[in-house]
């Protein structure tokens, strides 16, 4: 067996606690992803080697975004990843309406210091 890198280890912890949040069982994200649950298993051990394609298929029956599966390291090289994964925590606190009151405001500044700054 190949030896398992920590980025697929990360990944396969990353698809395992979005899994878990969600609800599913091995089997079940299996099923959605069209792989036996041994599959699902080496995922989330980190010793499958997936493609881009079964990559996004996980994304999406996992409902989450690559930047929540991708390693932490990849996610630094980012400047605004730190104030968007702080907004983003600081938005999930909210409901709906007061989340959609907060983007309109952020939308409202952004185009005022936008057209301030032409």
Not at 61 to 78: Q, V, W
Request: net charge neutral; proline share 3%; glycine share 6%.
């Amino acid at each position: 067996m190949a030896a398992i890198s920590k980025d697929h280890q990360e990944i396969g912890l990353k698809i395992s606690k979005l899994r878990d949040q969600a609800g599913m069982a091995q089997i079940d994200l299996a099923e959605e992803l069209g792989v036996n649950k041994k599959t699902v298993g080496a995922m989330e051990r980190g010793e499958s080697d997936f493609g881009i394609s079964k990559f996004i298929s996980v994304c999406e029956a996992l409902n989450a975004s690559p930047s929540e599966i991708l390693p932490d390291r990849l996610k630094a090289k980012s400047p605004l990843s730190q104030d968007m994964q702080k907004l983003s925590d600081r938005l999930e606190s909210l409901t709906p309406y007061q989340r959609s009151q907060v983007m309109a405001l952020i939308n409202a500044t952004i185009d005022t210091v936008i057209n301030v700054t032409r």
